[in-house]
């Protein structure tokens, strides 16, 4: 018993020990931004003025919003798009699992600055909607993070033994593709949801796409970041620590929800 | 008239001949086993009357309609799998009702029917449950109780004991076979236990290599083994050629294969006048089985297998010199 609440403690105080880790810098940052001057140990002049200014700027709330909608928009079409070859791989055709594979995995291999350098000189010039820069952003980020995706909607799959289910759904009197989204499609969504997340980091994250595909034509969160940088370091910490929570309230929603489906299979 | 009827299946993947032009019919209300080791073609007939592969060749008659090429969805039965298959993200009771639900029934009649299967596989008070948070035979009661539930034409249970342990599955054959009398289903029964199917069966069709080796019931499969690989596989029987049994009787034989099960052996060591041939040989061996003793016994360098009751008096040990005697009807023909 003791030994066991030894090991329970030590785990705790391990986890404790690697979250301040993690949040160290954060900390930091949002502490800056709370202060006029950081010289010495200690810093000085508290001040809201950074969160102030942010606030009352629509410049930055517009970027913020598109950011989130470019983030979403090929996320939602990409796991939609996966999921569906997936049932028809599933379903139909197991033997072409390998060929899904490698396709979804290709996308790994394009070095960042290469993939848009390439849909830009291929598309710049094309007729709408294919020459719409927000469109080459969405399709261009539907590729980066399309092996993510797949990985974690093919392990689910794996996991829970779709084919097995789906039989026994047919079994019962429902249609393949009935028996794909009623009964398959909800027990993978814990792992849809941590691909999508994954996702998501990456594209909030990106810098090297969105300004060779958007650079000159609108503003995103990392572009406004990247502006605010040469101006002020206060400012700039600002809108890390807001960048931040919009992540973990979106994060922590897609979370919520997964937890309340579990709660209510639990109960 | 049969009420399954099976005509000529062949099944192929691709250079693969795996179901060689099978002919079966099954009669309403039996409990049919398909027997045989794996991958001799007995799941893939299942899957294929399931309507989950297609056949190759040949016809599915059910009731009298052609579904050969009918959708599972539209065959109107059920399945018992291996695996449970259970709906991860279903409780107990919406496990059962999702087959009801696409039946469009009454919300009141799917109770009432969920209830009834429930009790029936003595699940009463797991409603409410995931089948996360049951045990495997608990799962295996819940995929059951779906696949009748439905009130299928024909319900198939593809080695659905297979995974829960020796116990249990002696429990819940028991269950499967009560609920199959009291249902009044027709039902086809896939295993590679030989034991399993005779407790269960009421025919059992013996399969070997995409085809039917033997069909009949337990008994006659049991005592009257067709060929070297019925023999082989039910009952262990020692399978001994012409001259083996003239080493082992001291009088001629036909030329061909004579099949003795190791039961039928009277061990003795006083004189056995009982039975038709009568032989003295040495214990080479011994294996306990459970309540059966099997002895390993070399007559004239020719080895048998001969079983015996575990109790004391018929207890002898390795190296004994002992008489043997069996009946002529226990040397079966093949």
């Not at chain 1, 970027?63 to 379903?91: D, E, H, K, N, Q």
């Not at chain 1, 699992?97 to 993939?115: E, F």
């Not at chain 2, 027997?35 to 989950?52: D, E, N, Q, Y």
């Not at chain 2, 409780?91 to 087959?99: D, K």
Request: proline share 3%.
């Amino acid at each position: 018993m003791n030994v066991e609440k030894k090991q329970n403690t030590g785990a705790k105080i391990a986890i404790g020990v690697i979250i301040v880790y993690l949040l160290l810098p954060l900390a930091m940052t949002m502490i800056y931004s709370l202060f006029r001057e950081w010289i010495d140990i200690m810093p000085t002049g508290f001040t809201l003025n950074a969160y102030t200014e942010l606030f009352t700027d629509t410049l930055f709330w517009k970027a913020v919003g598109r950011t989130i909608v470019i983030s979403v928009v090929p996320i939602v079409l990409c796991t939609v798009f996966v999921l569906l070859a997936m049932y028809v791989v599933v379903v139909y055709h197991p033997d072409w699992n390998k060929m899904i594979q490698i396709l979804c995995t290709v996308p790994y291999a394009i070095q960042g600055v290469i993939l848009p350098t390439c849909v830009l000189s291929l598309y710049s010039s094309a007729p709408e909607p294919f020459g719409n820069r927000m469109f080459m952003l969405v399709s261009t980020y539907m590729v980066v993070i399309l092996p993510y995706v797949y990985q974690g909607i093919r392990n689910n799959l794996n996991g829970i033994g779709a084919a097995r289910l789906i039989e026994a759904a047919q079994m019962l009197g429902a249609s393949r593709f009935y028996a794909f989204f009623r009964v398959v499609i909800p027990n993978i969504m814990g792992g849809v949801t941590i691909s999508v997340m994954l996702a998501m980091a990456i594209v909030f994250g990106d810098f090297v796409i969105i300004n060779t595909l958007a650079g000159g034509h609108f503003m995103t969160a990392q572009m406004y970041l990247y502006d605010v940088m040469k101006k002020s370091g206060q400012r700039t910490c600002a809108v890390i620590v807001l960048l931040f929570l919009v992540t973990l309230i979106i994060s922590a929603g897609a979370f919520f929800l997964q937890s309340r489906e579990k709660d209510r299979k639990d109960r | 008239m049969a009420y399954i009827e099976l005509k000529k299946i062949d099944k192929f993947y691709g250079d693969n001949h795996v179901l060689k032009g099978i002919d079966l019919k099954i009669k309403k209300g039996d409990f049919v086993t398909l027997l045989g080791p794996s991958g001799c073609g007995k799941s893939t007939l299942l899957r294929c009357l399931a309507g989950l592969e297609q056949i190759s060749d040949g016809q599915i008659m059910l009731d009298g309609k052609d579904i050969t090429n009918e959708d599972p969805k539209d065959r109107k039965i059920g399945m018992v799998f291996q695996q449970y298959s259970l709906f991860p993200n279903m409780t107990v009771e919406e496990n059962l009702s999702f087959g009801l639900k696409l039946q469009k029934m009454d919300s009141s009649e799917i109770h009432r029917r969920v209830k009834d299967a429930i009790e029936m596989v003595e699940l009463s008070g797991k409603e409410k449950e995931y089948p996360g948070s049951l045990s495997g035979g608990q799962q295996q009661r819940v995929a059951l109780a779906r696949g009748i539930v439905i009130r299928p034409k024909v319900l198939l249970l593809d080695e659905p004991l297979s995974a829960v342990d020796a116990k249990l599955r002696k429990s819940l054959q028991t269950n499967i076979r009560m609920i199959h009398k009291e249902l009044g289903l027709t039902s086809v029964f896939v295993t590679h236990d030989q034991d399993e199917a005779m407790v269960m069966s009421d025919v059992i069709h013996l399969f070997h290599d995409g085809r039917i080796e033997q069909s009949g019931s337990p008994v006659e499969v049991y005592t009257k083994p067709a060929t070297s690989f019925a023999a082989g596989f039910i009952g262990n029987y020692n399978i001994l050629d012409s001259c083996d049994m003239e080493r082992l009787t001291g009088k001629e034989w036909p030329s061909g294969r004579i099949a003795i099960r190791p039961e039928t052996f009277f061990l003795s060591k006083n004189e056995i006048t009982t039975e038709d041939y009568c032989m003295r040989g040495t214990i080479t061996d011994s294996l306990p089985r459970g309540n059966v003793l099997r002895y390993t016994i070399s007559i004239n360098d020719v080895e048998i297998y001969a079983d015996v009751l575990f109790r004391s008096i018929s207890m002898f040990d390795i190296g004994d010199r002992l008489n043997i005697g069996v009946s002529d009807h226990n040397c079966v023909r093949l």
